[in-house]
């Protein structure tokens, strides 16, 4: 599962979360706070925002659990119309995180003492 964690200068980081991790997350609402110090990001509280599924499909608010369904959108997450009343039938994702969830999409809400660059490793094509 991948964290991808968005603060208030408009800045991205991701991390990868290991299973147990990931368990903390795991039965979580989207529009959820999280404690910073389980996923190892201590004084640091996130709002949960939503994700997507290992097909690409978003997790929209409306649809309850964690399943997966067929619905007729008119606009919004998941279908931009691209004429006035367009509609079209797209899959989407409830919004209860469950294993089948592989990005977690989050913002920070309270800052903590250390800034992200310091507590997140950054990665191998970012070292330079």
């Keep these: 599962m991948k964290l991808v964690i968005g603060n208030k200068n408009g800045k ?3 991390i990868e979360l ?3 991790k990931a368990a903390f997350i795991i039965g979580k609402k989207a529009g959820d706070e999280i404690d910073g110090a389980s996923l190892g990001l201590p004084d640091y509280t996130f709002l949960l925002t939503g994700g997507s599924d290992s097909s690409g499909f978003p997790m929209r608010a409306g649809v309850t659990g964690s399943r997966k369904i067929k619905a007729l959108l008119k ?3 998941g279908f931009h119309p691209q004429r006035k ?3 079209k039938r797209k899959v989407l994702r409830g919004m209860i995180y469950s294993s089948d969830i592989t990005q977690v999409n989050a913002k920070v809400v309270k800052q903590g003492s250390q800034p992200l660059d310091s507590l997140i ?3 191998p094509e970012e070292k330079k």
């Design 12 to 14: 991205t980081y991701q």
């Design 18 to 20: 290991d299973d147990t």
């Design 75 to 77: 606009g919004g997450i």
């Design 85 to 87: 009343g367009q509609r």
């Design 121 to 123: 490793p950054k990665g």
